[in-house]
């Protein structure tokens, strides 16, 4: 088993990603959460550059790390100035890291052209500011910056560049794809002629603009390379950095003969990555392999049919292996295998007719601008409405919504709503930030008597989308939201041609799951009769 190194610079490479912008607090978080997976490096950022980072350095000492090594990251000396003199190079040694990863020019085009110094003293840059950092006790890995681009271009001189570093005491060479663009094949080649030239280890620095950052580090690393750079999701600037997501779950899953991060963390790789994301405060993507909520998701009623028989027939790996999990999604798309296998134990029995019912009302409703493949509390409920066995928990008799502004800066809506429970009728009114907000707040002041279990509940998100745009503001509006409570998280969806009574329908759907769920309630199997009834 060959040890491949985690280099994650999230804090640093990926926080220059577009509408990535990380805290104090944020960093530290997630300095931690990488160190008890086993991750062996992770950098801090420029300490040179602002305050926060420079604040990073000092509240990061304060942490119990077990494992990962903190790096500080910087350039070589400037032009024309011993490394002592230089701002950037003492900051590096203030920040008190064990390591840090210095970046030099590799590419003479961009030593004559972007630098603008001579080769000779480019060489000498690189070679006094590693050599000024071993003497003040720091291990220094070197990022060869535009690597492959400076090799092709000048396979000699990039070649002298890194042997400058390792000569004066850097303990890793990193090649960088800085650009993104160099080919796998040429990545793999180049990769074998460096890593045998050079005296110390090599490791690999991919962004993604050719699409290719992941395959780019595992051919650097079957060629040779001991370590990997990249972020956490991708994050980066322009199309990103290598997904170390990815390149972990390969090497550890996929490929064989490679040992990363430390025993059982790769099944806590979509734990990891939908953490940085909320950290971030960035959308999941949920196309992202292995951990992404389509990963393991299947909507073809062949392909679920095949999955509930063998579900290697559409999976390359078994979720749980990275922490993720199979879904199975309901659509017009979706034969009776889809249905049988979401409603599941949901339903008492096993009635082909109630499946194939439950399938055309999904397909009508869809075609009405429904969807519920993220919608489950209310795909849930239309299969009760479907087998004639929903029981709502309470009528609904009225709703109204009043937005008003009482001065030019500030506007207050008010909802108000009848409903009938258990004989009783109950009218209530609330305030809100927003309809949505209002009349929640409506329907739990009339409903908390009755169902105390309420107050666990609370919405997360909520989404609206234009179904048919051509019709300008008289466009139909797809509601959707989602809701969690100590236990789970489910969504729910509205449609309507009015905004408040689409969002009406999902919030009432979401209550009715959530007061559904508690109550373990399953779907009896359905008389041949039973009446369909709308969602």
């Not at 220059?16 to 104090?24: A, D, I, M, T, Y």
């Not at 430390?262 to 392999?289: C, D, I, K, M």
């Not at 392909?303 to 559409?314: E, Q």
Request: glycine share 8%.
């Amino acid at each position: 088993m060959r040890r491949i190194q985690m280099y994650d610079t999230t804090l640093r490479d990926g926080s220059q990603g577009e509408g990535v912008n990380f805290s104090l607090q944020d960093k530290l978080l997630i300095t931690e959460r990488l160190d008890s997976l086993g991750f062996d490096f992770v950098e801090g950022g420029f300490p040179a550059s602002n305050e926060k980072d420079a604040a990073y350095f000092a509240r990061v000492q304060e942490l119990d790390l077990k494992h990962v090594k903190v790096c500080a990251f910087g350039m070589t000396r400037r032009r024309g100035v011993k490394p002592g003199d230089d701002p950037g190079v003492r900051s590096l040694v203030e920040a008190n890291t064990s390591h840090i990863t210095l970046v030099g020019k590799t590419s003479a085009f961009h030593v004559t052209e972007v630098l603008r110094v001579s080769l000779e003293e480019n060489l000498a840059m690189i070679a006094e500011t590693v050599r000024y950092l071993r003497e003040a006790g720091r291990e220094v890995i070197y990022d060869a910056e535009h690597f492959f681009d400076g090799w092709k271009l000048d396979p000699e001189y990039a070649l002298k560049t890194v042997k400058a570093a390792a000569e004066a005491g850097a303990s890793t060479i990193v090649m960088c794809d800085t650009n993104g663009g160099t080919m796998p094949e040429e990545i793999a080649a180049i990769t074998r002629e460096a890593a045998t030239a050079l005296p110390i280890p090599v490791g690999i620095h991919c962004h993604n603009d050719c699409e290719l950052a992941v395959a780019n580090s595992l051919a650097s690393v079957d060629a040779g390379a001991l370590q990997v750079q990249g972020t956490i999701n991708g994050l980066g600037e322009r199309c990103g950095n290598v997904d170390l997501i990815s390149v972990i779950a390969n090497l550890a899953v996929k490929k064989q003969g490679y040992e990363v991060l430390q025993p059982g963390a790769v099944e806590h790789l979509t734990e990891l990555s939908r953490f940085v994301y909320e950290t971030a405060n960035l959308r999941l993507r949920s196309s992202q392999p292995f951990v992404g909520q389509s990963a393991f998701a299947h909507k073809g009623g062949m392909h679920v049919h095949a999955v509930a028989r063998a579900t290697s027939s559409y999976e390359h790996i078994a979720p749980e292996l990275v922490g993720n999990e199979r879904r199975i999604l309901v659509s017009e798309l979706s034969g009776r295998s889809n249905i049988k296998a979401v409603v599941g134990d949901k339903v008492a029995g096993d009635d082909p007719q109630l499946m194939d019912r439950i399938l055309a009302r999904v397909v009508e409703l869809e075609n009405q601008g429904y969807q519920f493949e993220a919608a489950q509390g209310s795909f849930d409920l239309l299969a009760q409405k479907v087998a004639g066995t929903y029981r709502p928990h309470f009528e609904r008799m009225h709703f109204r919504v009043n937005v008003e502004a009482d001065a030019p800066d500030n506007v207050v809506t008010e909802a108000t709503v009848k409903l009938g429970i258990d004989g009783q009728v109950r009218h209530e009114v609330a305030e809100g930030d927003g309809p949505v907000n209002a009349l929640d707040a409506a329907l739990r002041k009339a409903l908390y008597a009755h169902f105390p279990n309420l107050a666990e509940m609370q919405l997360v998100d909520y989404k609206v989308r234009v179904i048919n745009s051509e019709a300008g503001t008289a466009a139909g509006v797809r509601v959707m939201i989602e809701s969690r409570d100590e236990d789970d998280v489910w969504g729910t969806v509205g449609v309507s041609e009015n905004i408040i009574e689409a969002s009406w329908i999902a919030l009432v759907d979401s209550i009715e799951y959530k007061l559904y769920k508690d109550e373990g309630q399953t779907i009896p199997a359905a008389k041949p009769q039973a009446a369909v009834s709308g969602s």
